[in-house]
């Protein structure tokens, strides 16, 4: 009897899950989206393979190919001191990827974690507490905080990594909370609290399945919008340190040679827009899909 | 709960929260790592003075009476000494805010402007080549940084077209007006002085372009969005029983609920800029306070660093406050939601 009513329940979820897979897949941009993704997750992976000149990444000087515009020897023509722009771009994806997967790791479990406690224990001194401190946090646009952060530690990938995360998990801690504190008085929270469950089962197996999907949404669409800040840091100098090859400090550099040299700064910035877009593009697709999952 | 009591509710929250980000400031600039007086003084100063230095700057105290030094100093309006321009901190604030504000009141007025209307536009003519061609440049405008923006504009206006100045506030050739309120084009009218006023203008195009397209594209979104939610209400079924015009339930019945949203994300998006325009004042050499404080992160200037993180805080504080307030006097049920 019972598990009749567990395969009933997984057949409805399997159901819904189709069909919000199905609804995906006919939507034109989510695609998009996911091809470019993958397509940016590859070409990260494997740039010391797919670059034509994987040595020009870093501290390399050729000035017999110096400020070459794009031809076939250099599709995305070369740098001021004759660097392969496509080869760089093809790097500057890995660190950009690196960066955004590090700071999410770091920063969603005690964000997720937090929020629960503070929206478990609303109106306690837990939730006062917690909550305080996260709006203290978000008084402050994130790209001066993090500039602030980054500055103060010395400018470099893993000092940018630290101040964007320490920006960063107030977000998901305020998202959670609007969740689990919206759910602490359902039926089968308040049963677990009468048959004597204790908190970390309450927190993590009652509460914590509900926020799952909204925070998976939130991962994919921040995973653009951290490296899009991680670019604007070394855009202004305060993140990767050259020879390294950010995006951001490769439009810096390329804008000195404005604008007879303009592939310099435009090939990265269009692979910022590129990544970014499509991380945009998967994020709202899924959370139509998750959405669709609810329903 | 009643308006006033939401009102006091907000502003006494703020303090406590302004409270924490003071402490938030003061701690970003002194974990640095390094002697800070050794950094004002230079490597080569006498042992004795760095001493002296230390003992001025109350650095051998404990860190909570650093703190209360720090702080009834910022309460009377003093910031410390900026190791790089070697004045007061709060004094070149006030030189430099000005400009800042200029450029993001401008902005802010450009993407109000174009995003309602063109949220508007596509919802009212839903699912067309525009609504379509509109939702598919916003995807894009909101995905691109707006250094990106800024340097597309730049080569495109500035360089190639070259009918927009590239740097700067005002031409060289032109006397700037007087100083009243710090803002050349606001001075510029007060002085009837249009010739600085238009080029002022000019200066102005292109940073705020940069800083308006992606907040415009984002308001643009959630006013059609929630013009949409609201086109299936049962109201407007029946005011279109009535036969109103198609465009007066549109811009006279449809707008004005759906606007408490978009009003809403205007005032984050204006605060928002307060951060955008790091980037954009650098790019086009605008004498910000954004620039004051990058140049001041790159310098490890630590009590400009607070100073311009402090006064940063406080005015996106303040307009998200002033957001709250209009957006709860539009909408009672957030007041009421907030008793629960």
Same mark, same amino acid.
């Given at each position: ?27 034109? =941009? ?9 397509? *940016? ?36 023509? $070369? ?12 790097? @500057? ?25 503070? @929206? ?15 709006? *203290? ?11 602030? *952060? ?45 048959? @004597? ?15 799952? &999907? ?18 604007? =840091?070394?855009?202004? !100098? ?22 007879? &040299? ?20 998967? !994020?709202?697709? =899924? ?9 | ?83 790089? $321009? ?57 995905? $691109? ?15 190639? =077209? ?19 309120? @710090? ?143 209009? *957006? ?13």
């Amino acid at each position: 009897m019972k598990r009749q009513v567990l395969a009933d329940l997984f057949d409805k979820d399997w159901e819904s899950f189709k069909r919000g897979l199905f609804k995906f897949s006919r939507d034109p =941009l989510s695609l998009i989206g996911l091809v470019i993704v993958l397509a *940016v997750a590859v070409l990260a992976s494997f740039a010391p393979y797919i670059a034509p000149y994987p040595e020009h990444a870093g501290k390399f000087v050729n000035f017999d190919e110096a400020s070459q515009a794009p031809s076939l020897r250099h599709l995305f023509g $070369t740098d001021a001191v004759g660097r392969d722009i496509l080869s760089r771009i093809l790097f @500057g994806y890995r660190f950009s990827l690196f960066m955004g997967v590090i700071v999410l790791s770091i920063v969603v479990p005690p964000g997720v974690v937090l929020g629960l406690m503070a @929206g478990y224990f609303k109106n306690s001194w837990i939730d006062t507490l917690i909550m305080r401190i996260t709006d *203290v946090f978000l008084a402050l646009p994130r790209l001066v905080l993090a500039l602030g *952060v980054a500055a103060v530690l010395s400018p470099s990938l893993i000092n940018s990594m630290i101040a964007v995360s320490l920006v960063w998990w107030p977000w998901y801690c305020r998202n959670v909370y609007a969740i689990a504190s919206s759910i602490r008085n359902e039926f089968y929270v308040q049963a677990a609290e009468a048959i @004597g469950a204790r908190t970390p089962h309450i927190l993590f197996r009652e509460i914590l399945p509900n926020c799952i &999907s909204p925070v998976l949404t939130m991962v994919t669409l921040d995973m653009g919008i951290v490296i899009l800040l991680g670019a604007t =840091l070394s855009f202004l !100098g305060l993140g990767i340190q050259p020879p390294t090859p950010g995006l951001g400090t490769m439009v810096a550099d390329g804008a000195m040679y404005m604008p007879q &040299s303009w592939w310099m700064s435009v090939f990265p910035a269009l692979a910022i827009v590129v990544v970014v877009l499509g991380f945009s593009l998967l !994020g709202d697709g =899924l959370r139509d899909l998750l959405a669709e999952e609810k329903v | 709960m009643s308006f006033v009591s939401y009102f006091a509710r907000r502003v006494a929250h703020s303090i406590l929260i302004l409270f924490g980000l003071s402490i938030l400031t003061f701690v970003i600039a002194r974990v640095m790592p390094g002697d800070p007086a050794r950094m004002a003084l230079g490597a080569r100063a006498p042992k004795d003075v760095v001493l002296e230095w230390r003992e001025w700057m109350h650095l051998d105290d404990p860190f909570y009476i650093q703190y209360y030094y720090w702080m009834r100093d910022a309460i009377h309006g003093d910031l410390g000494m900026s190791l790089r $321009t070697r004045r007061n901190v709060a004094i070149d604030i006030k030189t430099f805010l000005p400009a800042t504000m200029e450029l993001i009141l401008f902005a802010g007025m450009l993407s109000a402007t174009f995003g309602l209307m063109l949220g508007v536009i596509s919802a009212r003519y839903r699912n067309s080549l525009i609504d379509n061609t509109i939702r598919v440049s916003a995807y894009f405008a909101v995905a $691109t940084p707006q250094f990106v923006v800024a340097i597309f504009l730049l080569l495109l206006f500035g360089y190639v =077209l070259q009918v927009l100045p590239t740097m700067g506030r005002l031409s060289g050739h032109i006397p700037p007006p007087p100083t009243v309120t @710090g803002m050349i084009t606001v001075d510029s009218i007060i002085k009837l002085d249009f010739r600085a006023f238009f080029d002022a203008l000019r200066h102005l195009i292109m940073p705020g372009i940069a800083l308006a397209l992606g907040p415009a594209a984002q308001e643009a979104r959630i006013t059609r969005s929630s013009m949409l939610d609201n086109v299936e209400k049962d109201y407007v079924t029946a005011e279109r029983c009535q036969g109103i015009p198609e465009r007066v339930i549109n811009l006279k019945y449809l707008l004005k609920p759906s606007v408490i949203a978009t009003v809403s994300i205007i005032g984050l998006q204006f605060a928002g800029s307060l951060g955008g325009a790091f980037v954009v004042e650098v790019i086009f050499g605008w004498p910000g306070l954004s620039s004051y404080g990058t140049n001041a992160m790159l310098n490890k200037d630590l009590n400009a660093i607070s100073g311009v993180t402090l006064v940063i805080g406080v005015a996106f504080m303040t307009m998200n406050l002033i957001v709250d307030v209009i *957006v709860a006097y539009l909408d009672p049920r957030i007041r009421l939601r907030e008793e629960e």
